[in-house]
């Protein structure tokens, strides 16, 4: 680590040496940019950077990786397909004499998708009253899904309908360039994919959002759906959970109200903000959360400290 700051990236020895950064943060932009030019490789550090304090380990993680993937979509193609070249999937017992099982490598769309299916398993369940913490039952669907035991695990999203979860520029879904698409609570996937997921989802819904020089100033939905026009902009414009460090995808989020109802008689997109349930309740429990302006939230811990949300570009 210490070679990599020092001769690599004196950028970001800088920036652990000012404190504006901590050691795991300067070791992720090291360790994530090993496989780049050593002039990419800066290049990248010095766009990270500027956020980078403020971000947890996951979230640079993510934007370092969009980033690359930026700086040279042929590049981060050939990663991808070699990296698929070398999937596999092991399982080893641990001490405890239970096993762990592990798939390496995998498809990100499928591996996703597959995750995706699991949960809405998983939340039926717990909605058909199953008193099992939420992670045993995920477990045990996972196994049964692929033993072809237990009960049937299926729904309505897993015979292609439903919304498709993936955000991408229309220049990309067009040709135009390969930047990458974004899974909301998952990450950047490089832009094959993106156009691959939008090729395989033509009955879904779709939401278009209009913007303009960072701002959406237009939705437009393909399909009519149960939920409100309302829920469909306020997960457009906030694609995950408004809690600095939270990554759950909004579409899987209590819709909160930041004045609550009863004060003010109305529920308006100005007033509604998505909340995953653990900060949903926390939020209604010792943490304050205040909207300073659009897009911007302020939360104020239990020991009084501070921390802001503020917007991603839609």
Known sequence: ????????????????????????????????????????????CDIALER?????????????QHLIIMADPAAAQDRYEQKLTERKIICEPTDAGTADLHGFDLPADRAHQAMCRINRAARKAKRKGDRRP??????????????GTGQKHTSEGDRGGGMVDIRAPLTTLLGWDDNPGEIPGWGPV??????????????????IGVTHLDQLIDLITTRRRPSTAQKRLVETLHPKCVFPTCRHPSAHCDLDHQTPWAEAQETSIDNLQPLCRYHHR?????????????????????????????????
């Open 134 to 147: 939420i992670d045993q039952i995920r477990a045990d669907i996972f196994l049964d899904l692929l033993t």
């Open 190 to 207: 490089i832009a094959d994919i993106t156009r691959q997921l939008v090729n395989n989802s033509e009955k879904a819904q779709w939401r």
């Open 1 to 44: 680590l210490a070679y990599l700051l020092c001769q690599r990236l004196p950028q970001v020895w800088e920036a652990l040496s000012a404190g504006l950064i901590d050691q795991a943060r300067a070791w992720i932009l090291a360790d994530q940019t090993t496989h780049l030019p050593q002039a990419l490789a800066r290049q990248v």
């Open 282 to 314: 926390a939020k209604h429990g010792k943490w304050k959360l205040k909207r300073t302006r659009p897009g911007t939230y302020v939360w104020t811990s239990p020991l009084g400290h501070t921390y802001t949300n503020g917007p991603d570009p839609p």
């Open 52 to 64: 980078a304090g403020s971000q947890t380990t996951g979230q640079l993680r993510a934007r370092i």
